[in-house]
T-cell receptor, first 110, second 114 residues
Framework: GNSVTQMEGPVTLSEEAFLTINCTYT??????LFWYVQYPGEGLQLLLKATKADDKGSNKGFEATYRKETTSFHLEKGSVQVSDSAVYFC?????????FGKGTRLHILP | EAGVVQSPRYKIIEKKQPVAFWCNPI?????LYWYRQNLGQGPELLIRYENEEAVDDSQLPKDRFSAERLKGVDSTLKIQPAELGDSAVYLC????????????FGPGTRLTVL
């Protein structure tokens, strides 16, 4: 069946560090891929998405590229800020079903 | 524009008691989702509505859970009777049309069953 695996947290970085949160998926065909973010005390919100192979989603300095050959959708940011501290969820949508990963908690230290 | 509204935000009940959660989606959003999120896990879909029709309820424990979206707008999720393992955050989300479109989430209802 379809599934999403993302790196376990928490991930702790200093401000301005480079961020990578790994996400790999298992699915038939070509799912749509998403990153959602949940800031403390708030609901999940879409950060970025990609709907086909080699697409790059980007928003707020974050990027992720849909890699069909490695079945991956890793989240990256070149210079993180304290305000990026949150829980990040990778998700896929296929056949009208959406599946979320377990989430990765990110702590950014000033 | 108002976001997805859920109530209550918190609920504490004893096991075997009933409980209900309410969700009002964003105006104009045809698709409504109920998720359960256990501690340290991602959201797991319980049921998805397209307008007033439940099109995916395969993960809904139907012996104790029920849901309705009578007029295709707001929705209620009920648990009766609640069990200890039902303690979780119950999330409601809506989208314009279907799971491929962006989902907008409410703040959730944190349920504690004692």
């Amino acid at each position: 069946g379809n599934s999403v695996t993302q790196m376990e947290g928490p991930v702790t970085l200093s401000e301005e560090a480079f961020l990578t949160i790994n996400c790999t998926y298992t699915a038939t065909g070509y799912p749509s891929l998403f990153w959602y973010v949940q800031y403390p005390g708030e609901g999940l919100q879409l950060l970025l998405k990609a709907t086909k192979a080699d697409d790059k989603g980007s928003n707020k300095g974050f990027e992720a590229t849909y890699r069909k050959e490695t079945t991956s959708f890793h989240l990256e940011k070149g210079s993180v800020q304290v305000s990026d501290s949150a829980v990040y969820f990778c998700a896929l949508s296929r056949d009208d079903k959406i599946i979320f990963g377990k989430g990765t908690r990110l702590h950014i230290l000033p | 524009e108002a976001g997805v509204v859920q109530s209550p935000r918190y609920k504490i009940i004893e096991k075997k008691q009933p409980v209900a959660f309410w969700c009002n989606p964003i105006s104009g959003h045809n698709t409504l989702y109920w998720y359960r999120q256990n501690l340290g896990q991602g959201p797991e879909l319980l049921i998805r509505y397209e307008n007033e029709e439940a099109v995916d309820d395969s993960q809904l424990p139907k012996d104790r859970f029920s849901a309705e979206r009578l007029k295709g707008v707001d929705s209620t999720l009920k648990i009766q009777p609640a069990e200890l393992g039902d303690s979780a955050v119950y999330l409601c989300a809506s989208s314009v049309e279907g799971p491929r479109s962006e989902q907008f989430f409410g703040p959730g209802t944190r349920l504690t069953v004692l």
